[in-house]
């Protein structure tokens, strides 16, 4: 991973070696975090944060879940995020909000008024899940471990605690030699990657499992469901079997680190024809239209990283964006 100079930090900008959590924090020991994950674009336009407002209200959404409620609001959450991106001077970034139970506690229920940190990072990102797997798809498994079940820790609230889950589901797959793990709901049907929602294709039609078989509610996939739309593909939002992983004629990855990433194969039996599908083409290339300016961002989903200089300044040496 690239490090950048500057990470935003409880309000201020601190050098990236500075942005650090004592070892007893709460959130270390019992996962208390909610975060998110942005990606900012090149542009005609400038540097744009996709979809900046709807990441930020998910952090607000899954902090409401768990009682962390960071002290900052949308506006603010989300001018810190341009302003780190522009500290670090990113013409093209990831950007990594996290809010977090900051307190040093043994207890795993902190008090009701316990101190929420907030911390964001903007670095350089490039493909998730390796080079040229966007343009020619990877090979995926499924995976032997099970996504929580509903009513258990929530998968639509993107926190810390239940990415062991896609841990083991990633890292199970990268043992066995493939990209990335496809995992089942606690009840058998498909449900999602481990850090991506999964798209089908059949008969020139999208389907996609639904928020209750222990997905997270992708802002990519809700991207896909409209840019498809849009082109008159119908997509349908259901619980599926596992085999219906073999009667897809294209499958695709969605999120924001992975983008679209097209699967060619999933436990060794091709999709397809263990190519890029057209359909998957046609959406990857109204998504990625989005940034080089091919396709109308007719629902206002980039937003600009003004530019900002950055000064020393304030105490202990930390750095403010003005
Ligand atoms: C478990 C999981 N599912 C799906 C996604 C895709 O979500 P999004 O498109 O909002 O990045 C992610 C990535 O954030 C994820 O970690």
């Known amino acids: ?28 020991h019992y996962g208390s975090a909610v975060f998110e994950g942005v990606r900012v674009y090149e542009t005609p336009h400038g540097p744009c944060a996709f979809r900046l407002e709807d990441h930020v209200k998910r952090l607000l959404t899954s902090g409401k879940i ?37 307190e040093t506690t043994m207890k795993v229920v902190p008090s009701t008024d316990s ?17 040229g797997a966007v343009q020619h798809g990877v090979d995926v498994c499924v995976s032997s471990w099970r996504r929580p079940a509903p009513s258990t820790t929530p998968s639509c609230a993107k926190a810390a ?54 997905i997270l509610m992708g802002i990519t996939r809700d991207t896909v469901i ?3 739309q849009r082109q008159g593909i119908e997509v349908i939002a259901q619980s599926m079997p596992r085999e219906m992983l073999h009667f897809a004629d294209e499958m695709f990855l969605t999120g924001t680190a992975a983008e679209i990433t097209p699967v060619r194969s999933v436990d060794r039996i091709p999709v397809g024809a263990g190519t890029v599908g057209p359909v998957t083409k046609a959406i990857q290339s109204a998504f990625f239209g989005l940034f080089s300016g091919a396709t109308t961002d007719e629902w206002g989903w980039l937003d600009p990283i003004e530019g900002q200089e950055t000064k020393r300044g304030g105490a202990n040496g930390v750095y403010y964006a003005v």
């Open 161 to 214: 605690g239940n990415y062991l889950s896609g841990l083991l589901i990633g890292r199970e797959a990268q043992s066995r030699g493939f990209a990335e793990g496809i995992a089942l709901g606690a009840d058998g049907r498909l449900s999602e990657g481990a850090g991506e929602n999964l798209f089908l294709v059949k008969e020139g039609k999208l389907m996609t499992p639904p928020a209750g078989d222990s």
């Open 226 to 228: 409209k840019l498809a």
């Open 115 to 131: 101190r929420v940190d907030v911390a964001i990072a903007a670095f350089p990102l490039g493909a998730y899940l390796g080079d």
């Open 1 to 28: 991973m690239e490090h950048a100079e500057f990470v935003w930090k409880n309000g201020e900008i601190v050098p990236w070696a500075d942005a650090t959590v004592h070892i007893l924090t709460h959130a270390l």
């Open 66 to 102: 768990y009682g962390i409620t960071p002290r900052y609001g949308l506006e603010s959450l989300m001018q810190a995020c341009r302003d780190i991106s522009s500290a670090n001077h990113l013409a093209s970034a990831y950007i990594r909000p996290i809010a977090y139970f900051g």
